[in-house]
């Protein structure tokens, strides 16, 4: 199967006032992040809200965004459940309309055990054909896939790929010692990405990408391409006000961080909208700190 590299940003979904799908906004959206230097796309995964569609919604807005793109870049899309008759569900509908993988989130919710969740990625690869990227996202799920459960289904033709979202970048080393070349490794978090990268990892995929295209490039770019250390850390300290405030400028776990980031899309000119409900419209304090600091960064 096709290996996968290179900038994906974990795309938000755009909705309307009304909270329905907007597929013009969308679709501008989607062109402004290739334009900006994205060359692959992941969809309705975490930072893209799948959490708050229903199947029927998620389906519409994996056929409109596959068939706008039309392989113009490849595409990964979110289609894992906690069910696997649901997640083999969805990836067989996002293969049969073009996807070029599948990324699929540990069976979350009741915490299954490791036999369970090792059967559930074995069962859908019985009945798909694409590469599968699993989505190792502890925050997300209540655990991970340990680099040697990783190597076991990658070994047995079940995974190509992981995103590795845990935020340590060591997961990386040790997933590229146990794994080698065989596996295309995403680091799948927006804190410590310059270390994950310089790690081993194939590409960057998580939320950052999907609203600061450009520097994310930058700085993947050095790092996996040049790998240029110097350089790296050069970039990365431009960044790092953004990030600073981002995970650390929070009281009471606001504001959100689905709230930052389409804010930060619209203080670049794009028209986004905002999250689903519960989440809402970010403060205006809150506001003025994202212009100061894309001023500053952009």
């Known amino acids: 199967m096709k290996h996968a590299s290179g900038l994906m940003p974990a795309c938000m979904t755009i909705w309307n006032d009304d909270q329905t799908y907007s597929k013009p906004k969308m679709e501008k959206y989607l062109r402004w992040l290739i334009d900006q230097g994205a060359q692959n796309l992941s969809i309705c995964g975490s930072t893209g809200e799948n959490i708050a569609m229903n199947p029927t919604e998620q389906k519409e807005i994996l056929e409109h965004v596959l068939g706008f793109i039309d392989g113009e870049v490849p595409i990964y899309c979110g289609t894992g459940f906690y069910s696997t008759i649901n997640t083999i569900d969805m990836s067989k509908f996002a293969q049969d309309k073009g996807a070029d993988g599948l990324m699929v989130i540990l069976p979350y919710y009741l915490n299954p055990h490791k036999k ?73 978090h927006d804190y410590a990405a310059m270390e994950g990268m310089l790690a081993g990892a194939n590409g960057w995929l998580s939320g950052f990408p999907a609203v600061l295209p450009k520097a994310c490039r930058t700085l993947m770019d050095i790092c996996i391409v040049e790998k240029d250390v110097d350089k790296a850390r050069a970039q990365q300290a431009k960044m790092q006000p953004y990030i600073d405030y981002f995970f650390y400028d929070k009281e009471a776990g606001v504001p959100h961080w689905q709230e930052v980031c389409k804010y930060t899309l619209a203080a670049q000119g794009l028209d986004v909208g905002l999250p689903r409900h519960p989440l809402g419209e970010l403060d205006d304090a809150n506001k003025k700190k994202i212009d100061k600091l894309l001023a500053d960064l952009l």
């Open 116 to 188: 369970a969740v090792m059967s559930h990625f074995r069962e859908l690869r019985q009945n798909v054909d694409i590469p599968i990227m699993v989505y190792n996202n502890p925050w997300f799920a209540g655990y991970e896939l340990t680099p040697l459960e990783v190597k076991t289904l990658l070994d047995e033709g079940v995974i190509n790929a992981i995103k590795a979202a845990h935020g340590d970048a060591n997961r990386v080393h040790e997933l590229r010692f146990h794994c080698g070349d065989k596996l295309d490794i995403f680091y799948g």
